[in-house]
């Protein structure tokens, strides 16, 4: 049971460059969330999937997109990235019966 | 809009003694959750308060929920080492069970 897995675990990009990060889990959870941590500013939600086939804005979309493409995968786009975006994406998913998200390890991205 | 504040965002204390954390939200909300993050880690469940009075501890850390002052605590009891990590509250928010409103988290050191 690997859980929550993110690729890559590290990337570096240049500004307008694009590019995809990855998500899988295989506790056969409907519900899976992206967020950004920053220094300072705790995590924000970005997007998040309460099941599969349906996607929802969070707090800080602007600038991204997200495909959740079964019920195990839930993908986060940067179609033109801007040094804004510099930070540390996490993945979480939760099941229906259960109250915790549950985290990925975590994908640090660098926009220069 | 719901709004979670944790307090002290820094905290630097001496193996031993024992200490508190506070998190404060501001709207009704009906479950409040501990993380625990390690330095360049992922975020790790560490409790989920569901009702008034709720209490939970596991080792040197115990959770409290007053619903009624929409306040939660987390206490350190003689305080070890391997305690040191930054730790989130994060808020349910009521009616959108998935989402979770996070906190800024505490940066905790304890020191020898």
């Known amino acids: 049971n690997a859980g929550v897995t993110q690729t890559p675990k590290f990337q570096v990009l240049k500004t307008g460059q694009s590019m995809t990060l990855q998500c899988a889990q295989d506790?056969?959870?409907?519900?899976m969330y992206w967020y950004r941590q920053d220094p300072g500013m705790g995590l924000r939600l970005i997007y998040y999937s309460a099941s599969e086939g349906t996607t929802d804005k969070g707090e800080v979309p602007n600038g991204y997109n997200v495909s959740r493409l079964n019920k195990r995968e839930f993908s986060l786009r940067l179609e033109s990235a801007a040094p804004s975006q510099t930070s540390v994406y996490f993945c979480?998913?939760?099941?229906?019966?259960?109250?915790?998200?549950?985290f990925g390890p975590g994908t640090r991205l660098t926009v220069t | 809009e719901l709004k979670v504040e944790q307090n002290p965002l820094f905290l630097s204390m001496q193996e031993g003694k024992n200490y508190t954390i506070y998190c404060n939200y501001s709207t009704t909300s009906d479950r409040l959750y501990w993380y625990r993050q390690d330095p360049g880690k992922s975020l790790e469940s560490l409790f989920v308060?569901?009702?008034n009075g709720a209490v939970k501890q596991e080792g040197r850390l115990m959770a409290s929920l007053d619903t009624k002052a929409r306040l939660s605590t987390l206490h350190i009891t003689a305080a070890v080492h391997d305690l040191s990590a930054t730790y989130f509250c994060a808020v349910g928010n009521a009616g959108n069970n998935r989402k979770l409103i996070w906190g800024l988290g505490t940066s905790l050191a304890v020191n020898p």
């Open positions: 308060l569901l009702s």
């Open positions: 506790m056969n959870h409907n519900s």
């Open positions: 979480a998913s939760k099941g229906d019966s259960s109250y915790e998200q549950y």
